[in-house]
């Protein structure tokens, strides 16, 4: 298969780096940024927790106990985790994704201690993690958002006023909500009070802050998300987009690159804003523009501000390891590609295989993998943190691999990752790969016909997200 | 070790304060808060409707639409002295105010710039008692901060049947023009816009200014053509004694000559624009701005209204820092005071805070004692602190709810008096920027150790619960009444009559007392610059550090590296 000419990993080879990286993070992820570490000659140092640290994916690496099994005493303890990098003399964190990964706080911790929290600056995180400061640099960026206010609503007039320009039906959100609370959705404008004063008292009770605003509700929609890197120098690339419309209950089963739902100008259009919005905010390192797609216009919801885990996908279309140029732009370095070296080439897919039980609702199966024998071959890529013999702990989320593969077009990937599936076996725990199976097979998905709200192949299931 | 090493700082709201108690203490200061915008608005409408319909039949716009204009777009201005004068009557039954001049903090091309805005909505912007005073303040705190000064002159003269009260006196008008020298000296850039009448005072204001436009309907006079002999007859005016015609262009007075109000500002901000930029983003030194992690608004809610209730003062620093992170100097000595490093808008600043509720007490182990209280560690560590501050330039935060200085004869044996002489002396010879926020009760020489007003704080800003007294009522009660009290200040007599004149007696000492307090009474007089709500004391702050750091060269600013901050921190620090 035809690949950018360079491996990056040879020209970033000669740069020197960070001596030591600690990685805070565990699974699946440590083991994924340890990879790109060990190939570029630095040192990963992991951080584990007391359930995690004989863990096979810690062998042979450097390990720090950083606390006990439960994650806000481990994972998410921020003053325990810069203290375990400093005492393991490491130069850098990597927060890889979830976790700490998204706050800001950690970041400025991390740097006020002498220690490069490889991600965007502290405060542009914070900016784009906030909803209404987000939209605003977003705009001001030239891309388009989901119709609404451009910041917290006055009162309910305004929130009248906006919904009328708009159109209905809107949604009505906590500036500082979070987990669906404080949202509010009206059909109609004899709706609008009701939900305005619902909102805005689930808020203030939940949040201590009733701050709303508004948007128009899209219901369906396809999810799209645009993969972008930025160094200290106010470059910024993007590396095409990612589907994640296959998803159960706002969880992504399957990502593809590129989107078979979204038109070549509105694709090129966006791109290209994406680029110049992550430069105009001052982004540094990888991110992601999450977008839905609604009657061919992407409409921006939010920036992931950190390596995502369905960056395979990426990886396996443009030949850039994302973790080596989120290294090497968090040492000061500018990134080694400019947008004409990016070359995205043929079409991937990933599967989320998750230690879950579809027969019972898809709850989490922790236990002991008896067996364990992933897919090999042509186009095929497992990226994983399990062994045989490896015990699935209870404390975390149940992923046990995902699947990438890649081929000339959409038809072969989907065929190379059928043939995976099957080829994968995975015994002592229940997995998700027979309903990836499913959703790859169904016409559905072949034919592209499915939004955020139904998953291809399968019956409607209540509670699917919408958007 | 050269980092600043913060840690997290607070808890969330819920773990904080259970819910009914926040609503409630949240309804009670709201309400209070609803006064003070009611207040405001009262004061931004200056004389009302009437007086701002004439000034704009005269195709001019209102003092405060000026600094509308000149603002950047979506910045907001903070304002000072806005209660100058509030609730005095002038002449009889005249009210002024705003003192009849509006004077902010003003963002201009991403400069903060002080502007004095003459109110032309209150008797065409004429010079009240205080009026001196107020501009003169803000003139100060433009030279602590090196910030570009803006003039918009609109002022028909002193007002005249006070002219005793604002006239002669040290801080009298005449001292509004020494200010100006002394900006002009220390090279602050002054940049004025006449708008209209400009009547003796107002005409010298802007001449000092390095840049002076003028609108084709304003003149500058010495004295206007009602005073000039043949006036009348001859029909010459003030704007042919002293407009653009002539200052512009004969007697060079001014440099240039605009067609409106509109354009004036486009051309001030212009100016502004060519002015050197701020230094502010270079002082970040990388960082950004970020909004505490909880929530500033939360302080309405966290804060008791009843100065005897106790809070959590870390709850109160949590809400003012950026991402909620601190760095405690000397945590474990005088534990009543906190004192430490936070950043505010991505800027360093030194904070200092009155813990309240129990502390243990070194001198007596196993006893506690109660905290807003100045004790002798408390003091030697803020003093130490307000001076490692002052060597590193490190503006300097202080976040009063003392209720003043321990007493008793261990305390007088242990030497208060000099161990607060040095604090004093330490505060009045600091040249860092120092801000004081009365977050509460400020009472007594507590007030002056913790940089209160008289020790010259660059603003003093006052929350809606702030009481400024030397000793709160009931206090100054038992001292006015102690030869009639006992040991526990219970009162001695038997006989019902005299015991019910010394309790009204009492009652009335403290009424006094408690009045004297409102914090409006203190923004009246010029005791305190400016009443905040609590959920924007964090954009005061913001701002106000952001100031501190805008003008470079002026003032030392050290690098994290080479702070004594380190020092106390290698000689204090925890373990």
Redesign the interface.
């Known amino acids: 298969m035809p690949r950018p000419a360079a491996a990056p990993e040879a020209r970033l080879a000669t740069a020197p780096l960070f001596h030591r990286v600690f990685v805070a993070n565990r699974g699946e992820v440590a083991a994924r940024v340890a990879r790109t570490c060990e190939a570029l000659g630095v040192t990963p140092v992991l951080a584990a927790s007391v359930a995690d640290r004989d863990a096979g994916y810690t062998r042979g690496r450097e390990v720090c106990c950083v606390g006990p099994a439960r994650a806000a005493g481990s994972y998410l303890h921020m003053e325990a985790l810069v203290q375990a990098a400093l005492q393991t003399r490491c130069t850098a964190v990597h927060p890889g994704w979830g976790f700490l990964s998204e706050n800001p706080v950690f970041a400025a911790l991390c740097e006020s201690h002498g220690l490069t929290f490889i991600g965007p600056p502290a405060h542009v995180m914070r900016m784009m993690g906030k909803k209404t400061s987000a939209r605003k640099a977003m705009k001001a960026a030239g891309l388009s958002l989901i119709p609404g206010s451009d910041g917290v609503l006055e009162d309910l007039e305004e929130a009248r006023r906006i919904a009328d320009e708009v159109g209905f039906p809107v949604l009505l959100k906590a500036e500082s909500g979070g987990g669906g609370r404080g949202m509010r959705v009206a059909r109609d404008a004899g709706e609008l009070a009701d939900a305005y004063n619902d909102a805005q008292a689930e808020a203030r009770a939940a949040f201590g802050d009733d701050r709303l605003y508004l948007e128009r509700l899209i219901e369906g929609g396809r999810h799209v998300e645009i993969q972008v890197l930025g160094d200290r120098f106010g470059h910024a690339i993007h590396l095409g987009e990612r589907d994640c419309t296959v998803q159960r209950n706002h969880q992504k089963l399957i990502e593809e690159s590129p989107s078979p739902a979204l038109g070549p100008e509105e694709r090129a259009r966006t791109l290209a804003a994406a680029a110049r919005a992550a430069a105009a905010i001052g982004y540094v390192g990888a991110g992601t523009m999450e977008f839905l797609l609604d009657h061919g216009v992407l409409r921006f919801m939010e920036m992931n501000t950190r390596l995502q885990v369905e960056h395979c996908v990426t990886e396996a279309r443009a030949g850039v390891d994302l973790v080596a140029e989120q290294l090497r732009v968090a040492a000061g370095h500018r990134l080694s590609l400019r947008q004409d070296d990016i070359t995205l080439v043929g079409h991937a897919i990933e599967c989320r295989i998750n230690a879950e039980d579809p027969s019972q609702g898809f709850r989490p199966a922790p236990g002991r993998i008896t067996r364990w024998r992933p897919p090999t071959g042509e186009g095929v890529r497992v990226d994983t943190h399990v062994e045989e013999g490896y015990v699935v702990p209870p404390h975390y989320d149940s992923l046990l691999c995902k699947l990438i593969t890649h081929g000339e077009d959409r038809e072969q990937a989907r065929a190379r990752m059928l043939a995976a599936l099957d080829a994968f076996v995975c015994e002592g725990v229940p997995t998700t790969a027979s309903l990836h199976a499913a959703i790859l097979s169904s016409r559905a998905f072949i034919d592209g016909d499915y939004d955020t709200r139904t998953i291809p192949g399968m019956p409607v299931l209540k509670g699917s997200s919408g958007s | 070790m050269a980092?600043?090493?913060?840690?997290?700082l607070g808890a969330p709201?819920e773990q904080v304060a259970d819910?009914r108690t926040?609503h409630e203490q949240r309804e009670e200061l709201l309400a209070r808060e609803e006064t003070l915008r009611a207040r405001r608005a009262e004061v931004f409408a200056g004389w009302g409707e009437k007086y701002v319909a004439r000034v704009h039949a005269k195709g001019k716009m209102t003092a405060r639409e000026r600094i509308e204009r000149l603002k950047d777009p979506g910045a907001r201005i903070f304002e000072v002295g806005t209660f100058v004068n509030h609730g005095l009557t002038f002449g009889g039954k005249l009210t002024s105010p705003a003192a009849g001049v509006v004077t902010a903090f003003v963002p201009i091309h991403g400069r903060y710039c002080m502007v004095i805005a003459n109110d032309n909505t209150v008797a065409s912007g004429s010079w009240w008692p205080q009026t001196p005073e107020k501009i003169e303040r803000a003139q100060q705190m433009a030279l602590r901060l090196r910030l570009p000064t803006i003039y918009l002159v609109d002022c028909s003269g002193l007002f005249l049947p006070e002219q005793s009260r604002a006239f002669p006196g040290a801080t009298g008008a005449g001292h509004i023009f020494k200010m100006n020298s002394l900006l002009s000296a220390h090279g602050v850039p002054q940049l004025a816009g006449v708008f209209g009448d400009c009547i003796a005072g107002g005409g010298y204001m802007p001449i000092i200014s390095d840049r002076v436009y003028m609108t084709e309907q304003a003149y500058m006079v010495i004295a206007g053509a009602a005073l000039i002999k043949g006036a009348k007859s001859t029909k010459i005016t003030s704007l042919d004694i002293g407009g653009p015609e002539v200052h512009v262009h004969q007697s060079g007075c001014a440099d240039a000559r605009v067609p409106d109000d509109e354009t004036l500002l486009v051309e001030l901000r212009r100016e502004v624009a060519r002015l050197p930029g701020s230094a502010i983003e270079f002082y970040r030194g990388?960082?950004?701005?970020?909004?505490p992690?909880h929530?500033p608004?939360?302080l309405a809610?966290l804060l008791p209204v009843d100065h005897r209730q106790t809070y959590d003062a870390t709850q109160v620093l949590a809400r003012l820092t950026?991402?909620?992170?601190f760095w405690e100097l000397m945590p474990d000595r005088g534990r009543e005071m906190i004192c430490g490093i936070g950043t505010l808008g991505?800027l360093y600043a030194g904070f200092i805070i009155n813990r309240q509720g129990l502390v243990d007490d070194p001198d007596h182990p196993g006893r506690r004692r109660p905290g807003g209280t100045l004790y002798r560690d408390g003091i030697a560590k803020i003093s130490t602190f307000s001076r490692a501050c002052d060597s590193d330039g490190i503006p300097l935060f202080w976040l009063q709810d003392i209720s003043g200085f321990d007493i008793g004869a261990e305390a007088e044996r242990q030497g208060l008096l000099a161990y607060g002489s040095n604090l004093i002396y330490t505060n009045s010879t600091n040249t860092t920027p120092m801000f004081t926020v009365l977050l509460r009760k400020c009472s007594g020489a507590g007030y002056y150790a913790m940089a209160g007003m008289p020790y010259d704080p660059v603003v003093q800003l006052s929350t809606t619960i702030s009481r400024l007294s030397v000793m709160e009522g009931r206090t100054l009660a038992i001292a006015t009444y102690n030869t009639r009290l006992d040991d526990n200040f219970e009162i001695v007599s038997r006989d019902p009559e005299e015991r019910r004149s010394i309790e009204e007696g009492m009652a009335a000492v403290s009424r006094r007392i408690e009045a004297d307090m409102d914090p409006y009474v203190a923004a009246r007089q010029m005791d305190t610059d400016e009443i905040v709500e609590l959920g924007e004391l964090r954009d005061y702050l913001q701002a106000l550090c952001e100031m501190a750091y805008q003008a470079p060269g002026h003032r030392r600013i050290k690098n994290p590296r080479i702070w004594t901050m380190h020092d106390l921190q290698a000689l204090f620090g925890a373990g």
């Open positions: 980092h600043v090493p913060f840690v997290p709201r819910d926040f990388g960082r950004g701005a970020a909004p992690v929530p608004r939360e809610g950026d991402h909620s992170l991505g």
